[in-house]
């Protein structure tokens, strides 16, 4: 079986949408009660939805070997750092290149252009 071509991450499709694209690390429960850390590149876009009053941030990480063994597909909650901030969010099932997506809400793992009231 041949392997797809990895397509382009597109560039935000809004104006007011906000990002980060870069370095990242994320933790993940392992076996047990042990946690387990992977360097990965991210591309994560976030944006305010006035309709539930949350800031909503998703992504995808880049296809990381070791973490899909790991994962075996499986959705599972995460701890994303960026040298921007960190937030915990969610992994789901990978896509066709083995890339997962990563969904939080509230205050994201980058830096926003204006301030959340998270109160």
Known sequence: MSQLPTPPVPAPSEPH?????????????AAGDSTAEFTV?????????????????????AAHPELSELLAGKRTP????TPEGEARGDLSDPDPWNRY???GTSRPPFRLQQALNTD
């Open 17 to 29: 949408d906000e990002g980060y694209t870069g370095p990242a690390t994320l933790v993940v429960r």
């Open 41 to 61: 590149e991210a591309v994560l876009r976030g944006h305010f939805q006035p309709i539930d009053g949350r800031y909503h941030w998703y992504g995808r990480l």
């Open 78 to 81: 995460a701890v994303l750092y």
């Open 101 to 103: 997506r990563i969904d």
